[in-house]
């Protein structure tokens, strides 16, 4: 049997080894998606552990993955993804992808669109909305962006705060520099005590350069 392979360009797939076996629409949850059905034509050849090149094809596991909206669809991807053995020092390990991390469910490029979203003023319910991800997926990976190192001060300081509709975090406040348009840091909240307590760890040096903060809303 012949199989028709699609053009990976269509779910503009960065991972230029891998290949979408079928395309179908599917109601899941009453919401329908268009789902690629996806593999990897190539295979790995050596162990990530030791260097062996006697590794074989131990299972495959088809992972469920959030895929970005294409053409006013919802999608996912069904990635039939293969997990390896290596015969010298046993390890078992995972097909390398940049679609998808480890245990996530959200494609890597949906995490992108995600933060992009929140720089945007607008609640996490709004950007989970939108990419089609529940308000708790949306906090979990801006929580887990928070953890980006802070970027030095800049000379002019732009604050911008969006609000959270549930969970732990209410509101969270955006540092960033107006001219470059670039994120100084995320906080997790915009009170008084919290912002205090922030820029007193901030050295003396690079607080006094900043000469102006701005407000944008
Ligand atoms: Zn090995």
Redesign the pocket.
């Given at each position: 049997m012949s199989i028709n392979y699609y053009n990976t360009d269509f779910f503009r797939l960065q991972d230029k080894t891998l290949c979408i076996e079928k395309i179908t629409e599917e109601t899941i949850d009453d919401i329908k998606y268009l789902v690629a059905y996806v593999n990897r034509i190539k295979t790995d050849s050596f162990?990530?552990?030791?260097?062996?090149t006697?590794?074989v094809v131990n299972s495959y596991y088809v992972r469920t993955i959030k895929y970005l909206d294409i053409a006013g669809y919802n999608s996912l991807i069904k990635y039939n993804q293969r997990r390896y053995k290596?015969?010298?020092?046993?390890?078992t390990f995972n097909e390398k992808t940049n679609l998808v991390e480890r245990h996530s469910t959200i494609s890597n490029l949906t995490k992108v669109k995600l933060l992009e979203e929140c720089r945007i003023k607008q609640s996490f319910k709004d950007v989970g909305k939108r990419l089609n991800l529940s308000t708790t997926t949306v906090l979990n990976e801006f929580k887990d962006h928070l953890s980006i190192s802070r970027n030095k001060l800049t000379e002019i300081l732009c604050f911008d705060e969006f609000k959270a509709t549930n969970g732990e975090i209410k509101y969270a406040f955006i540092l960033g520099d107006p001219l470059s348009g670039e994120i100084v840091d995320i906080l997790p909240s915009r009170q008084q005590e919290f912002l205090y307590d922030y820029f007193n760890k901030v050295s003396d040096e690079e607080r006094f350069n900043v000469k102006y903060i701005i407000d944008p809303w």
């Open positions: 162990c990530v552990e030791c260097g062996s006697s590794i290596c015969k010298d020092c046993g390890k």
